[in-house]
């Protein structure tokens, strides 16, 4: 009978082992794509909040949602900003301060987000309604930013539009 049974036993491990297999890596498959998701979620709020808070013309609040090393870049249109200090001190501050400038409103939609680790990236439309020198301007465009995962959440490293 110990003659047999290992043999037997030998075809059952041979037969069941994939299948045990299979198993275990749809498991694993599965909690990368539920951690996928969360990340992705987590993400969306980040550019949600952000926007928000450029909608209000909020520093702090945008603030909130970077990286606000050196690292930090903004490329819009044809003036790039390095730095976190750099965008808000030079771009923002000024802009938000001028008389002649007032964001009316500042949506974003059609987000579509890549996630990796440490790094993911999104992309998105916008849309900015806002009086310059007291006339209504209307700005639609495409824009893509690269997002790094910290210990405080996804935060924004780039932004492009």
Known sequence: MKR????????????MAPAAMAGTVAQQNGAAAAAADSAEAAIRAVLEGY???VARSDIA?????VDTSDAFSVFEGNHVNR??????????????ASPDFRIRDYTIDDIRVGVGDPL?????????????????????GLAT?????????????????
Do not use: C
């Open 4 to 15: 047999l049974a290992t043999p037997l036993m030998a075809v059952v491990l041979t037969v």
């Open 51 to 53: 926007a928000a808070a």
């Open 61 to 65: 609040g945008m603030e909130a949602f």
């Open 83 to 96: 730095g976190w200090a750099d965008y808000r001190d030079n771009h923002l501050t000024p802009e938000f």
């Open 120 to 140: 993911s990236y999104a992309t998105f439309r916008y849309h900015l309604r806002a009086e310059v020198g007291g006339e209504p301007r209307e700005r639609k």
């Open 145 to 161: 930013v690269v997002l790094v995962k910290t210990p405080a959440g996804w935060k924004i490293r780039h932004e492009q539009s």
